[in-house]
């Protein structure tokens, strides 16, 4: 089992590009969460997403950001026209049910620079 | 809104002796706790959780505990090593749901 794959390891944008982010969850997960992390703080919860539904977007910024999880491929995050605010680690994680019961498994994330 | 709050922010412990790190919640619907554990520059992996029906739950050095009348649960690392520095974080899912709330973080640094 590949664990929680998230590509890519590292990214630099330059403002006003766009980024993005993909994670494919563990074999047989099929609950997607993702979190941002900036530098010496902790995890930010933004989006939970099962296959081709948003469940909870409630901590996603309403301009710039959205996220997909299509029933084929995998998970998206997709910050459009980035700023240098958005320069942080973003994690993927999943769970095979939700993740109160379960439990998350993260991936290695994705350290977005915004230059 | 929920808020997970931790303590000590660092903590440095001479190897063989004890770490002990301090979690408190604020939603009592909370039933889930986990703690992750995150070396420099990689993800974070769980080490240990604890569901609201259980007081204490041990693994090997890693112990933790949960009050959930006082809510608050704590991390103890016993015996530890130099390969126990990293920074630790606590969590709580929000409304017994899958949204896990995190803390800030501790950063433990192991003396050898």
């Known amino acids: 089992n590949a664990g929680v794959m998230q590509n890519p390891r590292h990214l630099v944008r330059r403002r006003g590009q766009e980024a993005r982010l993909r994670c494919s969850p563990m074999k047989g997960h099929s609950h997607v969460y993702w979190y941002r992390q900036l530098p010496e703080e902790g995890l930010k919860f933004m989006v939970y997403?099962?296959?081709?539904?948003?469940?909870?977007e409630s901590g996603m910024p309403k301009e710039r950001f959205s996220a997909e999880f299509p029933k084929e491929g995998p998970s998206i995050l997709r910050i459009q026209q980035v700023v240098r605010g958005d320069s942080a680690a973003y994690f993927c994680?999943?769970?095979?049910?939700?993740?109160?019961?379960?439990?998350?498994?993260f991936g290695s994330g994705t350290r977005l620079t915004v230059v | 809104g929920e808020n997970v709050e931790q303590h000590p922010s660092t903590l440095s412990v001479q190897e063989g002796d004890s770490a002990v790190i301090k979690c408190t919640y604020s939603?009592?619907?909370?039933?889930?706790f986990p703690w992750y554990k995150q070396e420099l520059g990689k993800r974070p992996q769980l080490i240990i959780d604890i569901r609201s029906n259980v007081g204490e739950k041990k693994d090997q050095r890693i112990a933790v505990t949960l009050n959930k009348t006082a809510k608050h649960f704590s991390l103890h690392i016993t015996e530890t090593q130099p390969e126990d520095s990293a920074v630790y974080f606590c969590?709580?899912?929000?409304?017994?749901?899958?949204?896990?709330?995190f803390g800030s973080g501790t950063r433990l640094l192991v003396r050898p």
């Open positions: 939603d009592s619907a909370s039933n889930y």
């Open positions: 997403l099962q296959k081709e539904n948003i469940i909870d």
């Open positions: 994680a999943s769970s095979p049910g939700q993740g109160g019961t379960y439990g998350y498994t």
């Open positions: 969590a709580a899912n929000l409304d017994s749901s899958y949204k896990l709330i």
